[in-house]
């Protein structure tokens, strides 16, 4: 048969994630349920004369390896993170495909320009860049050819930079690789760290709020930035959490702005349904976007409202973890990931959506999770927007009850 | 073995900017040239203006693979080694110097800057991937053409690979051989064109090492009559075969 005609079963069989809201999945699991945003702390460090409230990632973060230093960066410290809380599932799967048959793709839009920065600060001051700087721990190959080298694999391996989609598409080819037939297991997610160039570059564009971003409020006032890592095993097999639709567009728009009137959303929704065979009233729950901006929550929400004859309950995480950016799309599916994995009795618990409360009036209206709010399991959807006007939006499915 | 045709070929390289130049140059290659970017006066001025010399040098390519009335309607691939690092580093000497950095130059520089210009140019709304793998971008890019296709089979989609050498605040760090060039490959699973299968192959397998770029390489084998192509660097090979070749009839 040609592998164009196959269809194949896309699990994601273990997940290791690191954000704002705690170092593991133990962690995060409580912080997200009770929607808590004191996690979010405040940097003066990273965009000069500017406090900024931020989702980083707590605590030291575990040594690249000596033999790796070329990939030494806190991206890659990130990622060894997240890998190291499914080593073992990594493991059993390499064991039983061989590393020829493990593939790596990563999502990151910042790899490690943080470490890049520093070597830079450094070449300024003593007219060299810093030593311990190597290309690889700048390029965007080097956060998936790091887990690659770290781990021996020899099965594809690359890295798709679609800005804040990253992490979403590297789900997206991990199952299209598996159904080529080109590997039998992936391992995909995403990393984007903090660094001077995206709290930079996004002050510069006037989108980052001085409170905690308030998505969806008739206050809000942008976004607030973030970091973490979600790293999932992605394999053939037809049980577990399953990676269900895939749904992608371009918005042939604006380079940083979304099409107002959510056009390009709505495509990879619909498009996601359609791919996962379902109809918009089987979604159970939709993780927004979210970031807060005026422009996202209103093209985001009219989106919603023409995709959902009857929306089901939404929330943004943003509150909680900050915009992790390029992880985004991989941090989000690992929410939705744990409300599937702690389905309980039929039911799931949804991430309440940590706002004012002060709804904007002007925003089409959908429903909103709020804290221990259980809705009937089944399949949810999580929305990832970029910039370059590159949408992704997924749909995750648990075992059938 | 994964099957697709190429409908399709664009390349782009200082002094080799036709079909029949490139022709000439597969008969008797020599390394790329370094310096020069295209014409892409097709481009509204507003875009040209925002466009790198990477962007400048895929878009040209991206436009000439595809037919004009099919540019809004192909699924999209672009692939770079180091795409905007070039223009990040002003950025990066700004951020030293505690100065603020522009917006547009910011919001230029991602990874998929080039796809966002494509997809504004061009109108085209659909499924859009940027790729970056090391030494094995080229084939990775063509891999994730392939992912776009299993995704969405009766869909036609543009892979475009192109690199610039590196700035000489980075291009020491790096051992490879420097061009500037591109390659555009209009894929399909099936339509009129050159087929031809993909896959990988253990590291033992061998590979070439080549003065230019692999997907130069990739282009010179296209255009030659030989059967099978083997490229790759490290623990990566990655094998094309051609479809009418003796080897796949019988395989």
């Given at each position: 048969?040609?592998p164009?005609?196959?269809?194949?079963?896309?699990?994601?069989?273990?997940?290791?994630?690191?954000?704002?809201?705690?170092?593991?999945?133990?962690e995060i699991?409580p912080?997200?349920l009770?929607?808590?945003s004191?996690?979010?702390?405040?940097?003066?460090?990273?965009?000069?004369?500017r406090?900024?409230v931020?989702?980083a990632?707590?605590g030291?973060?575990?040594?690249?390896?000596r033999?790796l230093?070329?990939?030494a960066c806190r991206?890659?410290?990130?990622?060894?993170?997240?890998l190291e809380?499914?080593?073992?599932?990594?493991?059993?799967?390499v064991t039983?495909?061989?590393?020829?048959?493990?593939?790596?793709?990563?999502?990151?839009?910042?790899?490690g320009?943080g470490d890049?920065?520093?070597a830079?600060?450094?070449?300024?001051r003593?007219?060299v860049?810093a030593?311990?700087?190597?290309?690889e721990?700048?390029?965007?190959?080097?956060a998936?050819?790091f887990?690659?080298?770290?781990?021996?694999?020899?099965?594809?391996?690359?890295?798709l930079?679609?800005?804040?989609s990253?992490?979403?598409?590297a789900?997206a080819t991990?199952?299209?690789l598996?159904?080529?037939?080109v590997?039998?297991?992936v391992?995909?997610?995403?990393t984007?760290?903090?660094?001077?160039l995206?709290?930079?570059g996004?002050?510069a564009?006037?989108?980052?709020s001085?409170e905690i971003?308030n998505p969806?409020?008739?206050?809000r006032?942008?976004?607030?930035l973030?970091e973490?890592s979600?790293?999932f095993?992605?394999?053939r097999?037809?049980?577990?959490?399953?990676?269900?639709?895939?749904?992608?567009?371009?918005?042939?728009?604006?380079?940083?702005?979304p099409?107002p009137?959510?056009?390009?959303?709505?495509?990879a929704?619909?498009?996601?349904?359609?791919?996962a065979?379902?109809a918009?009233?089987?979604i159970?729950?939709?993780?927004?976007h979210?970031?807060?901006t005026?422009?996202n929550d209103?093209?985001?929400c009219?989106?919603?409202a023409r995709?959902?004859?009857?929306?089901?309950?939404?929330s943004?995480?943003?509150?909680l973890?900050?915009?992790?950016l390029g992880?985004a799309g991989a941090?989000e599916a690992?929410?939705c990931?744990l409300?599937l994995?702690?389905?309980d009795?039929?039911?799931?618990?949804?991430?309440p959506?940590?706002?004012?409360?002060?709804r904007?009036?002007?925003l089409a209206?959908i429903p909103?999770?709020?804290?221990?709010?259980?809705?009937?399991?089944?399949?949810?959807l999580?929305n990832?927007?970029?910039f370059?006007?590159?949408?992704?939006s997924?749909v995750?499915?648990?075992?059938?009850? | 073995m994964?099957?697709a045709?190429?409908?399709?070929?664009?390349a782009?390289?200082?002094g080799l900017?036709?079909a029949?130049a490139?022709?000439a140059?597969?008969?008797?290659p020599q390394p790329l040239a370094h310096?020069?970017c295209?014409?892409?006066q097709?481009?509204?001025?507003l875009?040209?203006?925002?466009?790198?010399?990477l962007?400048?040098?895929?878009l040209?390519?991206a436009y000439?693979?595809c037919?004009?009335?099919?540019?809004?309607?192909v699924?999209?691939?672009?692939a770079s080694?180091?795409g905007n690092i070039?223009?990040?580093?002003?950025?990066?000497?700004?951020?030293?110097e505690e100065?603020?950095?522009?917006?547009?130059?910011?919001?230029h520089?991602?990874?998929?800057?080039?796809?966002g210009?494509f997809?504004?140019?061009?109108?085209?709304?659909?499924?859009?991937?940027?790729?970056?793998?090391?030494?094995n971008?080229?084939?990775c890019?063509?891999?994730?053409?392939l992912?776009?296709?299993?995704?969405?089979?009766?869909?036609?989609?543009?892979?475009?690979m192109?690199?610039?050498?590196?700035?000489p605040?980075?291009?020491?760090?790096?051992?490879?051989?420097?061009?500037a060039y591109?390659?555009?490959?209009?894929l399909a699973?099936?339509?009129?064109g050159?087929a031809i299968?993909?896959?990988?192959?253990?590291?033992?397998?061998?590979?070439r090492?080549?003065?230019?770029p692999?997907?130069a390489?990739?282009?010179r084998?296209?255009?030659?009559?030989?059967a099978?192509?083997c490229l790759?660097?490290?623990?990566?090979?990655?094998?094309?075969?051609?479809h009418?070749a003796p080897?796949?009839?019988s395989?």
């Amino acid at each position: 048969m040609s592998p164009f005609d196959r269809s194949e079963p896309c699990a994601l069989q273990a997940l290791g994630m690191l954000t704002a809201l705690g170092r593991s999945l133990d962690e995060i699991w409580p912080r997200l349920l009770a929607g808590d945003s004191s996690q979010l702390s405040v940097r003066e460090d990273l965009v000069p004369g500017r406090s900024l409230v931020v989702g980083a990632v707590p605590g030291d973060l575990p040594r690249v390896p000596r033999a790796l230093a070329r990939y030494a960066c806190r991206n890659n410290s990130m990622t060894l993170a997240a890998l190291e809380q499914i080593e073992t599932a990594v493991r059993d799967a390499v064991t039983a495909a061989g590393r020829d048959r493990v593939a790596v793709v990563m999502g990151s839009s910042t790899s490690g320009v943080g470490d890049a920065e520093a070597a830079i600060r450094h070449q300024h001051r003593t007219g060299v860049l810093a030593p311990s700087f190597h290309y690889e721990q700048l390029e965007f190959g080097g956060a998936s050819g790091f887990v690659a080298d770290l781990l021996d694999l020899r099965g594809p391996t690359f890295t798709l930079s679609t800005a804040c989609s990253s992490g979403a598409r590297a789900l997206a080819t991990a199952r299209s690789l598996l159904t080529l037939g080109v590997a039998d297991a992936v391992i995909a997610g995403a990393t984007d760290t903090l660094c001077g160039l995206t709290t930079n570059g996004f002050t510069a564009l006037q989108v980052v709020s001085d409170e905690i971003t308030n998505p969806l409020s008739r206050n809000r006032k942008g976004i607030t930035l973030g970091e973490g890592s979600a790293l999932f095993l992605v394999t053939r097999e037809p049980g577990g959490i399953q990676l269900r639709g895939v749904g992608e567009s371009s918005e042939a728009h604006h380079m940083s702005a979304p099409d107002p009137n959510g056009a390009g959303a709505e495509a990879a929704m619909r498009a996601a349904l359609a791919d996962a065979g379902l109809a918009p009233d089987a979604i159970a729950y939709v993780s927004l976007h979210g970031t807060g901006t005026a422009l996202n929550d209103a093209m985001e929400c009219a989106a919603i409202a023409r995709t959902f004859p009857a929306p089901p309950p939404c929330s943004s995480a943003k509150p909680l973890v900050g915009h992790t950016l390029g992880a985004a799309g991989a941090v989000e599916a690992g929410f939705c990931w744990l409300l599937l994995h702690e389905q309980d009795a039929g039911s799931i618990a949804l991430i309440p959506h940590a706002y004012d409360g002060d709804r904007d009036p002007e925003l089409a209206a959908i429903p909103l999770a709020s804290k221990g709010m259980r809705v009937p399991a089944g399949p949810v959807l999580s929305n990832a927007f970029g910039f370059g006007g590159n949408n992704c939006s997924l749909v995750l499915a648990g075992p059938p009850l | 073995m994964i099957p697709a045709i190429v409908r399709q070929w664009a390349a782009w390289s200082p002094g080799l900017e036709d079909a029949d130049a490139w022709r000439a140059w597969a008969r008797a290659p020599q390394p790329l040239a370094h310096e020069g970017c295209p014409d892409v006066q097709f481009l509204p001025a507003l875009l040209r203006r925002r466009c790198s010399p990477l962007a400048r040098i895929m878009l040209a390519t991206a436009y000439e693979a595809c037919p004009p009335d099919e540019r809004a309607r192909v699924r999209t691939v672009f692939a770079s080694r180091h795409g905007n690092i070039n223009e990040s580093i002003p950025m990066l000497d700004r951020l030293a110097e505690e100065q603020p950095i522009s917006p547009t130059k910011f919001s230029h520089t991602v990874h998929n800057a080039q796809a966002g210009l494509f997809s504004i140019a061009a109108e085209n709304r659909r499924a859009s991937s940027s790729v970056a793998a090391q030494e094995n971008t080229f084939a990775c890019g063509y891999l994730e053409a392939l992912a776009h296709l299993q995704r969405d089979p009766g869909s036609s989609v543009l892979l475009v690979m192109a690199d610039v050498p590196l700035a000489p605040t980075f291009a020491k760090l790096v051992e490879e051989p420097v061009a500037a060039y591109g390659l555009a490959l209009l894929l399909a699973t099936e339509g009129d064109g050159t087929a031809i299968c993909f896959d990988t192959a253990p590291p033992e397998t061998g590979g070439r090492v080549c003065e230019w770029p692999e997907a130069a390489e990739f282009l010179r084998w296209l255009l030659s009559g030989d059967a099978h192509l083997c490229l790759g660097a490290g623990s990566h090979r990655w094998l094309w075969l051609r479809h009418d070749a003796p080897e796949s009839a019988s395989a």
